[in-house]
Every structure is written in structure tokens, then in C-alpha cells.
């Protein structure tokens, strides 16, 4: 079935790169995408990358994708401690006719300390 | 803020009850999505509705049901409460059916 899986956990020095790293299980995803979740907060959407690009830059933020291996990272160059919460990588699947739900990784919590 | 507004912030409710959760999409989204995110069972899909249909369904309950209006807002009904349904419920929208979802801020749910 579908799965996304990811890390639970990272701890990074403020100013360091993070990576992030998740793999998914349907090779028809079209787009997959990456959240971030403050505490107490809803989900924020960073970024989001095509199936047919292999890498995605904005500001801190790269994104490279592995089709053959379903791998996706997600870089935050220059880590800030306001980069502090969970991250979660989501594919998006044709579902029982619809073309857009989202399945999510369980999430990875990064920690940076100063 | 996306633009996606949810209410109530936080219900607390007992066992056996009925409570209504309300989404405004953003201006002009047709598609309104809800999930359901628990510690054990991280953030899974419910339901999906789009100009008012019910497009797909996830993992919802027989005892969870949605419905979005002429407006465009939706409301998912959580009836029969149990104390594992308590959790954060998020409701998501998009311009159409497959577009970018973005997040409204969510309700947290307790049954006691």
C-alpha cells in the first residue's frame, strides 16, 4: 500500500544545513510536497517539487528528488532556531477518482541548538 | 495564515456526543479536504469535496460525516464520540481538484 517514511527525529547546530530525508512508495506520484509544523500550529507549506524535476531551490530551501529510488530530501541551508518544528513530506495520489490527496510521512522533528 | 480559517480552536467534549467542526476554503478554492492528525496514527485523510460533491474517501468512520454548502464552506459532523477520536482535525483547500493544498489552523478535539 501507500507509505511515506522518514526519520523521527534530528538535531542540528544553529547555522549548520538540516537535511531531511523521506522515501515513498507510489512511483504515479505527481507531485510531492513538504510541510512544516510550529508547535500548536497548523501546516505550512514550504515547497513542493514535480515528478519530472530532480531538483527544486527556493532561498534556503532545496529540494532534490530520486525517482528511481522514490527518495526525497529536503535541505534548509543555514539552520536558524526558528527553523525549530516538524517537518512532513506528503505525496500526492490519484485516489478513488480524485486527483489530489495527500499521503504524509509521520513527520521529523528538528532540533536546533544554538 | 493561508487563508483557510477553522472553528472552533479547541472542543472539548464527553463521550457519546456530537460536535460540528467548521472550514472556510480560501477565496475562490473549490476543494476542501479534512485530516485527521493523532499521535499514533499521524496525519491521515478523511474526506475530499469539490464544489459541493463528495470527491474521495480516506479513513473516515461511519460515525464521521461531512458535507460542503453553496458557499463553499464545509462542516465535518464527528458523532458518537469515543476517546480515540480525540485529536487534530485540519481542514485543507485548494483551487481545484489535485491543486496545492493549504492548511487551515485546525481544531483540537478532546473527549473525556
Known amino acids: 500500500g501507500e507509505d511515506v517514511e522518514q526519520s523521527l527525529f534530528l538535531s542540528v547546530r544553529e547555522g549548520d544545513s538540516s537535511v531531511i530525508n523521506c522515501t515513498y512508495t507510489?512511483?504515479?506520484?505527481?507531485?510531492l510536497y513538504w510541510y512544516k509544523q510550529e508547535p500548536g500550529a497548523g501546516l505550512q507549506l514550504l515547497t513542493y517539487?514535480?515528478?519530472?524535476?530532480d531538483m527544486k531551490q527556493d532561498q534556503r530551501l532545496t529540494v532534490l528528488l530520486n525517482k528511481k529510488d522514490k527518495h526525497l530530501s529536503l535541505r534548509i541551508a543555514d539552520t536558524q532556531t526558528g527553523d525549530s518544528a516538524i517537518y512532513f513530506c506528503?505525496?500526492?495520489?490519484?485516489?478513488?477518482?480524485?486527483?489530489?490527496?495527500?499521503?504524509f510521512g509521520k513527520g521529523t522533528k528538528l532540533s536546533v541548538k544554538p | 495564515d493561508s487563508g483557510v480559517t477553522q472553528t472552533p480552536k479547541h472542543l472539548i467534549t464527553a463521550t457519546g456526543q456530537r460536535v460540528t467542526l467548521r472550514c472556510s476554503p480560501r477565496?475562490?478554492?473549490?476543494?476542501v479536504y479534512w485530516y485527521q492528525q493523532s499521535l499514533d496514527q499521524g496525519l491521515q485523510f478523511l474526506i475530499q469535496?469539490?464544489?459541493?460533491?463528495?470527491?474521495a474517501k480516506g479513513n473516515i468512520l461511519e460515525r464521521f460525516s461531512a458535507q460542503q454548502f453553496p458557499d463553499l464552506h464545509s462542516e465535518l459532523n464527528l458523532s458518537s464520540l469515543e476517546l480515540g477520536d480525540s485529536a487534530l482535525y485540519f481542514c485543507?483547500?485548494?483551487?481545484?481538484?489535485?491543486?496545492?493544498?493549504?492548511f487551515g489552523p485546525g481544531t483540537r478535539l478532546t473527549v473525556l
Open positions: 506528503a505525496e500526492r495520489m490519484n485516489y478513488g477518482g480524485s486527483q489530489g490527496n495527500l499521503i
Open positions: 517539487i514535480f515528478s519530472n524535476m
Open positions: 507510489d512511483s504515479s506520484s505527481t507531485y
Open positions: 485543507a483547500s485548494s483551487p481545484g481538484d489535485g491543486d496545492t493544498q493549504y
Open positions: 477565496s475562490g478554492d473549490l476543494s
Open positions: 469535496y469539490y464544489n459541493g460533491e463528495e470527491r
